[in-house]
């Protein structure tokens, strides 16, 4: 592979911009192309830097521009085809969250990579950083104890002018409501932090916006653990915080935060038995300093390129956090524990994420705008 990479942005909406600036900070990378249907829009993005040529057709730039690395910022129901045609171009795909609306819809774009790439890695930034990179490592070496109760959050505050973009808040475009657009970061870094579940039980609701999807879900998970975990995605919440609590044998691990995480949001709490002074500085004292970022995932996936290995959050490993909120979809929809073998391509939940039922998945809930 060459010293530097051309990379190409499409998409040019709010979320673009961390990515351009991620790829603006990587010497080795030349922006050479920006691609929206909307031309002002994507005029008001070649601004932050000219040397991008402009395209409204993701083809046209694929094949006059032969990127190495293309970032995809469309809304999710764009992602299956777009991610499909940079792969049959030649070019890695950097994605952003959640990958696509379904199971079915993410095999179909882990078939279209190549046998040792080119890869699609998914935008799960809160992975990476300092503060997650020690807390599971600690994990990892049982330095914490055994992990025994979690707690996942993600309440935010979304009001109806968030919803009035067209493409949010419907089945078809975006997903699902929260638990798909806001809290799979948090769920996706439990995940990496815990590993494997074996069940969820699950409850959905649309409790206050005019919307298709729920606007709040609740969930209790088994993890092979046997760790017990409670998960809480709301876009109810004025108080907004994203939290990660995981209680072990030896210890409390913390996060508090919003949208990114530094080492001062991750808070480590011994247990009472637990007084060696030295093991408790050094669960409080990563060895560097780096908040979650696009830049730090970009690092990684750039490294996977030069080496011609699969990146993180791609292939199996960016599959996990869709596969737990297909099953919690599916256990609101349904009222049962749902466990982790069991949706299968005969399964209509792989398919469609709501199985073919949306109504379920809000009937237990009123929709009020007073």
């Known amino acids: 592979m060459s010293t530097r990479f051309r990379a190409a942005v499409i998409g040019t909406g ?47 730039m694929l094949n006059t521009e032969k990127p190495d690395l293309v970032s995809i910022c469309t809304p999710p129901a764009l ?122 039980q699950a409850m959905t609701g649309r409790l206050r916006h005019d919307i298709d999807t729920e606007d709040v879900s609740t969930a209790l998970v088994r993890f092979s653990s046997g760790a017990l975990a409670t998960i809480v995605n709301s876009v109810l919440s004025p108080a907004e915080t994203s939290r990660i609590r995981l209680d072990c044998s030896d210890a409390t691990l913390e996060l508090i935060h919003l949208y990114g995480h530094g080492n001062e949001n991750w808070h480590y709490t011994p247990a009472p038995h637990v007084t060696d002074e030295a093991r408790i500085a050094h669960w409080r004292s990563p060895a560097r300093d780096e908040p979650s970022s696009h830049r730090g995932m970009l690092r990684e996936l750039i490294a996977a390129m030069r080496a011609g290995k699969r990146p993180p959050c791609s292939g199996r490993d960016g599959r996990l956090v869709l596969e737990l909120l297909t099953a919690l979809y599916k256990s609101a929809a349904t009222g049962r524990a749902v466990s982790a073998t069991e949706i299968d391509p005969e399964d209509p939940y792989y398919t469609v994420i709501h199985g073919g039922s949306p109504e379920k998945l809000t009937e237990r809930g009123k929709a009020s705008t007073t």
């Not at 030349?30 to 083809?59: I, Q, S």
């Not at 795909?93 to 774009?109: F, H, I, N, R, T």
């Open 14 to 60: 709010a979320v673009a911009t961390h990515h351009l600036s991620a790829l603006s900070e990587h010497d080795e990378v030349d922006l050479v192309a920006a691609v929206d249907v909307d031309p002002a829009r994507l005029e008001a993005f070649r601004a932050e830097n000219r040397t991008m040529r402009g395209y409204t057709d993701p083809h046209e």
């Open 79 to 200: 992602h299956v085809e777009q991610v499909k045609q940079a792969l049959r171009a030649g070019a890695w795909v950097w994605c952003e969250k959640p990958p696509c609306l379904s199971l079915a819809g993410y095999d179909e774009m882990v078939d279209a990579e190549g046998t040792n790439g080119p890869y699609a890695s998914f935008v799960f930034q809160q992975r990476f950083g300092s503060g997650s990179e020690h807390a599971g490592a600690l994990l990892s070496s049982g330095e914490l104890g055994t992990p025994l109760v979690a707690h996942c959050q993600t309440t935010w505050y979304r009001d109806s002018r968030y919803f009035s973009v067209p493409w949010r808040g419907k089945w078809e475009t975006e997903g699902g409501g929260p638990a798909m657009g806001h809290g799979i970061h948090q769920l996706d870094l439990l995940l990496h932090l815990l590993g494997p579940w074996t069940e969820v």
